[in-house]
T-cell receptor, first 116, second 117 residues
Framework: AQSVTQLDSHVSVSEGTPVLLRCNYS??????LFWYVQHPNKGLQLLLK??????LVKGINGFEAEFKKSETSFHLTKPSAHMSDAAEYFC??????????????FGTGTRLQVTL | GAVVSQHPSRVICKSGTSVKIECRSL??????MFWYRQFPKQSLMLMAT?????????EQGVEKDKFLINHASLTLSTLTVTSAHPEDSSFYIC?????????????FGSGTRLTVV
């Protein structure tokens, strides 16, 4: 079984300041972890993924995340927030394999607000 | 590459009618697709796993007779909400996992906003 906990339901930052969105996971397997972003009434866009390669993962739009096994964490960071980063962010862990793909378990989401 | 196209993006239907939502993989074959439901300001909840050529696997608590899933080809899965009621109003999203060379995670459709009146 697997689960993921996003520690903050809402994060507010000023434009140009760093972003930190926290995620802790639990998995019976060697996990694959993902961060997705969702803009209002839109589907999900993959920011980055970790699949047991380098522990520091770089994604799109300047985001990156570090896999820390000892802390069971996969926090998402960005050095400088832009207004366009305002959205809902989901931390996701893959789990039980179904056919050729694994089931995904979603965190509850973190709403990022970026202010001027 | 690795695009999943979902239609319609928005639908309003009367209570008691049925609505079909389509999910197509445009440039890859998807033997498995996933259907999710998302309530306002909440996370995605997996409803069912759609397998090409076989019956879908439903998550606990999801009524398979209400949410009919058909995955007749490697590029198309459909979700039909039968005898829809206002409580079925929600945002429905499909997903698939492309294989090589699109091996960069799961691709999601743009979602369907269903409103039952």
């Amino acid at each position: 079984a697997q689960s993921v906990t996003q520690l903050d339901s809402h994060v507010s930052v000023s434009e140009g300041t760093p972003v930190l969105l926290r995620c802790n996971y639990s998995s019976s397997y060697s996990p694959s972890l993902f961060w997705y972003v969702q803009h209002p009434n839109k589907g999900l866009q993959l920011l980055l993924k970790y699949t047991s390669a380098a522990t520091l993962v770089k994604g799109i739009n300047g985001f990156e995340a570090e896999f820390k096994k000892s802390e069971t964490s996969f926090h998402l960071t960005k050095p400088s927030a832009h207004m366009s980063d305002a959205a809902e962010y989901f931390c996701v862990v893959s789990g039980a394999i179904t056919g050729t793909a694994s089931k995904l378990t979603f965190g509850t989401g973190t709403r990022l607000q970026v202010t001027l | 590459g690795a695009v999943v196209s979902q239609h319609p993006s928005r639908v309003i239907c009367k209570s008691g009618t049925s609505v079909k939502i389509e999910c197509r993989s445009l440039d890859f074959q998807a033997t498995t697709m996933f259907w999710y439901r998302q309530f306002p300001k909440q996370s995605l909840m997996l409803m069912a796993t759609s397998n090409e050529g076989s019956k879908a696997t439903y998550e606990q608590g999801v009524e398979k007779d209400k949410f009919l899933i058909n995955h007749a080809s490697l590029t198309l899965s459909t979700l039909t909400v039968t005898s829809a009621h206002p409580e079925d109003s929600s945002f429905y999203i499909c997903s698939a996992k492309p294989g090589v060379p699109f091996d960069y995670g799961y691709t999601f459709g743009s979602g369907t906003r269903l409103t039952v009146v």
